[in-house]
């Protein structure tokens, strides 16, 4: 593993497919350009929209969606992630997976995790969200991709942010870098974003990359932004703000090396097993 740079896309989407790959175009040239190797994109980045249109262009969204990933990818010649869109159900017509992908710069699909912790949660500020409507949630532990470069990346997707224990998994399996991208909403956001994950990663000593949506979507759908990297101690690095753009960061291992010898949490876990 060497030092480089990651970069956390924060973008609004909106339910226009063309437009939103446009825009996430715009800002992997602009990252690339930084000179960032790991660019995230955040979750629903292809397409934001009503639960029922979502599902209704799945099938077109997951095309464009991996076409679109493997090009970039080897345009830029950077580890892109795909933070989370539709992927049909075969056996399900009503229920796509909440898939999100790791493309190496080759233009390889590296990892794959379909969304296991899906949002039904009646927010205070009355909105109401069943993920589990539309979706059909996982069944898997997050694979994870080991790069001689990049570290040993794993991957979970927004309100998998609330459980430890998928990251406990992903630390047991040696992450360097966990990525959390996420459409947090604006409520819950302001409240429940930076700490959680800051939480993540001084738990795990691993660094946490969470590309994130900004801003209104469409009707009274608003989400939180502040994409932000996070190293092994908690330190917030970058921070997008509440304006579309990037968080953009440096990963190095001497870094994350420092944090393991000073805090060998992991180290002294009594209940590793339950």
Request: charged share 25%.
């Amino acid at each position: 593993m060497k030092p480089y740079l990651a970069a956390a896309i924060q973008m609004t989407s909106r339910p226009d497919l063309e437009k939103n790959l446009s825009e996430a175009e715009e800002l992997i040239e602009l990252a690339a350009r930084k000179g960032a190797e790991l660019i995230g994109l955040p979750e629903n980045f292809a397409f934001l929209g009503k639960e029922e249109d979502k599902l209704a262009q799945a099938e077109e969204i997951a095309h464009r969606s991996e076409k679109f990933l493997k090009t970039m990818a080897q345009r830029f010649q950077i580890t892109l992630l795909g933070g989370g869109f539709p992927v049909p159900v075969e056996t399900n017509a009503q229920k796509a997976y909440n898939t999100a992908l790791v493309i190496d710069k080759d233009g390889n699909e590296v990892a794959r995790y379909r969304k296991v912790h899906l949002f039904d949660v009646n927010v205070p500020d009355g909105n109401t969200y069943l993920e589990s409507n539309t979706v059909m949630a996982g069944e898997d532990f997050p694979s994870l991709y080991v790069s001689e470069d990049l570290g040993t990346i794993g991957l979970s997707i927004c309100y998998d942010v609330r459980f430890p224990e998928l990251y406990r998994y992903l630390s047991a399996k040696g992450a360097d870098v966990i990525c959390v991208p996420a459409a947090f909403t604006a409520y819950t956001g302001k409240d429940h974003w930076k700490p959680l994950l800051q939480a993540r990663a001084i738990e795990n000593t691993c660094y946490v990359m969470a590309p994130a949506q900004t801003g209104n979507h469409y009707a009274r759908r608003y989400t939180h932004g502040h994409a932000m990297i996070i190293d092994p101690w908690g330190a917030i690095l970058a921070d997008a703000g509440e304006s579309p753009g990037m968080a953009i960061a440096e990963i190095n291992p001497s870094r994350l090396e420092q944090v393991r010898q000073q805090m060998p949490s992991l180290q002294h876990r009594v209940f590793d097993k339950y």
